[in-house]
């Protein structure tokens, strides 16, 4: 079966990321015990995970003319993503600064940067989106730029999957273009039933306790992911979401196990770029 061609309209962002004992609490100064940075972005991470779990994947985001937007767009290209179209605008590129605690929890700020430049596709990018078999996107670009990809992909029969995060009300011609909606129970609860019941298929994230699938016609599946010793939890939806959109053409039960294998192996190292290649997710689920 040959390798899926996704498309990801998303966020690339430089993560610059402190440990700490613990996360502290609002107004209070704690000692960190290290300092990092790296390739971040939900839409770059889910793209390289893609990449790595076997898809063709090809990159529509945007980065600033600062000093970090050439190693961000040099990561999509070292991990096999098509960073082509990846759009080069005036200013800073996008940065994510992250807390991680000694327990793998962790706390995100997100500044847009050049992500908020990306407000409507352009020809070649919609181009790009009708020419995949599956678009994937979050929330971490301009809400019309998000919509208007859905409504391309729709229309020329690509299938969507979102990623609604963070999450945010969803417009009513945005949530008729998803064919597969991907939330933690958080995500979950702050959208509310009514809006998921708008989708064909609901995958909830539960965290160390895995995922459940809500598909038609009643369909319920549920995987949980091969125990792993966390280090750091930042990245790890990421993976899930992008492994999942990989394997979607395996089916729904196989993608959810792949993508439970993936997002608890990326629990294992440090940093945002942290999700599995697709021998290791098939290591971990016992298979040669």
Known sequence: MSAPRITVLGSINMDLVTTTPRLPA????????GFSTGPGGKGSNQAIAAARAGAQVRFLGAVGDDAFAQELRSALVV????????????????????????SGENSIVVVS?????????????????????????QLELPLAAVTAGARHARANGTTVILNPSPAA??????????????????????LGAATLALVPDVVTTLGARGATLRGPGGLQLRSEPPAVEVVDTTGAGDAFAGTLAASWHLGREVALARACAAGALATTRAGAGSAPTHAEVDAALGRQ
């Open 113 to 137: 940067g050049a992500n908020a430049a990306l407000c409507e596709p352009t020809d070649t990018e919609l181009a790009a989106i009708a020419d995949a078999d599956l678009l994937l996107s």
């Open 79 to 102: 991990a096999g993503v098509d960073a082509t179209l990846l759009r080069e605008t005036m200013g800073l590129s996008g940065v994510a600064v992250i807390s991680v605690d000694d």
């Open 169 to 190: 009300p969803l417009p009513d011609q945005l949530i008729a273009c998803v064919d597969v909606l991907v939330v933690n129970e958080t995500e979950a609860a702050q």
């Open 26 to 33: 609002p107004g209070e100064t704690i000692l960190g015990h």
